[in-house]
Structure formats: C-alpha cells, structure tokens
T-cell receptor
Framework: KNEVEQSPQNLTAQEGEFITINCSYS?????LHWLQQHPGGGIVSLFM???GKKKHGRLIATINIQEKHSSLHITASHPRDSAVYIC????????????FGQGTTLQVKP | DGGITQSPKYLFRKEGQNVTLSCEQN?????MYWYRQDPGQGLRLIYY???????QKGDIAEGYSVSREKKESFPLTVTSAQKNPTAFYLC???????????FGSGTRLTVV
C-alpha cells in the first residue's frame, strides 16, 4: 500500500462545478504539498500546509493532522484547471524527501 | 527571478550512450533532488543531495549517477546501465527550514 493515496485517480467535471480531490497518508509528516502538473510537465506548488486551511483564489486546501487526510477544492472550475494534481508529504523524519501520491488527473469540460 | 533551470527540455539519445541532464538553481537552496516520472505513475526519487559534495541514493538509483560540486548545480547522468531510461525527469530543490520546494520544468528523455 502506498504511503500517500489520492482519490479519485481520474476526474471529469463540467465547467463551473465544485471539485474535491482527496489525499490520505500513513506516515508522520511535517508538511503537505499540493502540486499542479500541466501537460507540458512542469510542476507548480499550489499550497504547502501543516495545519488548518489555506485559500488562494478559487483553490482551497485543508488538512486534518489527526485523521491524516487533506483535501484540495476547486470552486467554479474552468477548463484551464485541467491538469494533474499531486499530493506530496514531507516526512517528519526531516530528510527533506517528499513522498508523492500517484496524482489525480482532472479534466474540466466547457 | 530565482528558480530552477533544467536543460534541455527534450533529449534524444541512442541506446547504450550515457547522457547528462542539467539542473541549476539560484535559490540558495541547500538540498536538491532528482525524480523520475513514468506515464500513470507517481514521481520516484533517484538521488538527492542535502549539502555540497554529498549525495544519497533514492529509491531507484541503479543506472544513474550524480555529482554536487557546487551548491547551484546537481547534474544527473543516465548511464547505459539504466535498462529503461525513457522517462520524464524532474529536478527540485528545497530549503529545510520552511519545507519549501521548487521544481524545474523537467527534461523528457527518449532513448531510441
């Protein structure tokens, strides 16, 4: 079983829909990253959080440390949100290595 | 602007040849990492370096080599011993104090 599990693996939505991507992890962590990878391949960090909730524009990320679970929400989704969203955790052993989920491929249709 | 530069973006090599992928950062980050991504799979760690002149094997180091002679640079050599080198390679760097991570734009290597 992977240490970081994302669901769903694939997601298709209509423009305007509210989207939720989930991430569960089984290790102790210092921080959790939500990353976005567009078809060109480059990765952008959307959020880094270790507690609570963060919001940036239409994106919201939450984390529940006790339940070892995080969610990424996209409000009023748009076709330009189509990408792979990756959850990655920074282990509490502080080696600096990230442990990655397998990614969620999101397609938003107009 | 600070960031990570990977070059080239696309690379084609013949089977049996060694090839070196470049990764340069001007963020003054101590740690640097190389990841490999295959279609439908998550990123897997090849090598990482937390300080200059020191590096550690990741989960899939066989067939790869690295060097860290300068803080800014962490080149990855894909050797002929790597059985399936065609993949997308991502370099990243981090600063331990605040868990911040920055990724490069990647190099897509195709071995023919």
């Amino acid at each position: 079983k992977n240490e970081v599990e994302q669901s769903p693996q694939n997601l298709t939505a209509q423009e305007g829909e509210f989207i939720t991507i989930n991430c569960s992890y089984s290790v102790g962590i210092s921080a959790l990253h939500w990353l976005q990878q567009h078809p060109g391949g480059g990765i952008v960090s959307l959020f880094m959080l270790s507690s609570g909730k963060k919001k940036h524009g239409r994106l919201i990320a939450t984390i529940n440390i006790q339940e070892k679970h995080s969610s990424l929400h996209i409000t009023a989704s748009h076709p330009r949100d189509s990408a792979v969203y990756i959850c990655a955790v920074y282990g509490s052993s502080n080696t600096g290595k990230l442990i990655f989920g397998q990614g969620t491929t999101l397609q938003v249709k107009p | 602007d600070g960031g990570i530069t990977q070059s080239p973006k696309y690379l084609f090599r013949k089977e049996g040849q060694n090839v070196t992928l470049s990764c340069e950062q001007n963020l003054n980050h101590d740690a640097m990492y190389w990841y490999r991504q295959d279609p439908g799979q998550g990123l897997r760690l090849i090598y990482y370096s937390q300080i200059v002149n020191d590096f550690q094997k990741g989960d899939i180091a066989e067939g790869y080599s690295v060097s860290r002679e300068k803080k800014e640079s962490f080149p990855l050599t894909v050797t002929s011993a790597q059985k399936n080198p065609t993949a997308f390679y991502l370099c990243a760097s981090s600063i331990a104090e605040n868990y911040g991570y920055t990724f490069g734009s990647g190099t897509r290597l195709t071995v023919v």
